[in-house]
């Protein structure tokens, strides 16, 4: 076969812009760090690092979701735990009605004072953390707990101290949400597998509840006694109790009421129990989400990053081929007239 000087020249002009665009790619990599800037340049690994990317995305949504949802229930948690100390007040003040020897003059100073707690208490079950009320259940448009025209408690609208029309009963937890329609649960998706069933429910083990029932924490309904089971509407009674301008001061009935606040305490602090393991749960998803995040940004590292120093000794390779190249171009291109002109 003849090689003719045209088959050299350009076989020399193609080796010359393979190392020429050698030598720029890793100057660009030396420059950037990294090991490519389109999908082209190598397909594997960009491939392998969308993926990672779409992975770290998704991580980085759901440790959100868990510190958000974390400091929700931290807020929940502080709301209950400032109405469990005005109950504790409340508490003593009625304990010392019970013996208090100034008699009615003083008893009506407990009254309205326990009045006041009940008013604040009210004020800490409507907190509300970004925009979103703490004890609303599912309800965030408006505060949950309101007083109607008649005085009485209501939570998202419906009155509070009601029981089951059928069984005369307090409702159970399971019957709340039917009894309280806003009192639903509220589902997060923190990458445990969220799966949802033929009727379009949540599977309850792949997903987290992050609303609170403020129905439940406080107490709803009456008891066989007649008495109210939730906190706000038993301090209220409590100041009847206490009041002069009620009638005449019953010990036996204050020493029942006094057991009932003891029982709402207990309700109250058994909820305080359930939001702490709910932020102990989010603490470890936030660690989870952290080292997998970690994993992910090393392995991102590993597809989309360079090595600098074997860069920089590629590069300075290249450069020596380069300039070997052009050396060997003076040799293979014939002269002409023009170079033998001054």
Partial sequence: MRVSQRMMRNRYLTNYNTNLSNLDRLMRQNQTFRRFERTSEDVVNSTHALTIRDDLARSEAYKSNAEEAKAFFESAETS??????????VYNKLLYGMNDPSGDSGREVLAREIRTFADEVLKVANTDYAGRYVLGGSNNSEPPFALDKNGKLTFNGDPVDKNDPATGKPYNDLELVD????NKEIYMDLGLGLKIDNNGEIDKSSAVVISNSGIRA??????????PRNIYSLFNKIADTLDPAKGPFDHNEAGRLLEKLKDAQSNLMLDVTKLGDKCNFMDFNVKRFNDNILGLQNGQNLAESVNPAEVIIDMKSYEYIYKSTLSMGTKLLQQSIFDFMH
């Avoid at 469990?84 to 007040?89: P, T």
């Avoid at 009894?179 to 806003?182: Q, T």
């Avoid at 406080?218 to 008495?227: A, F």
């Fill in 80 to 89: 209950l735990m400032t109405i469990n100390d005005i109950s504790k007040d």
């Fill in 179 to 182: 009894a309280f329609p806003k």
């Fill in 218 to 227: 406080l107490g709803h309904g009456v008891d066989k006694d007649g008495d």
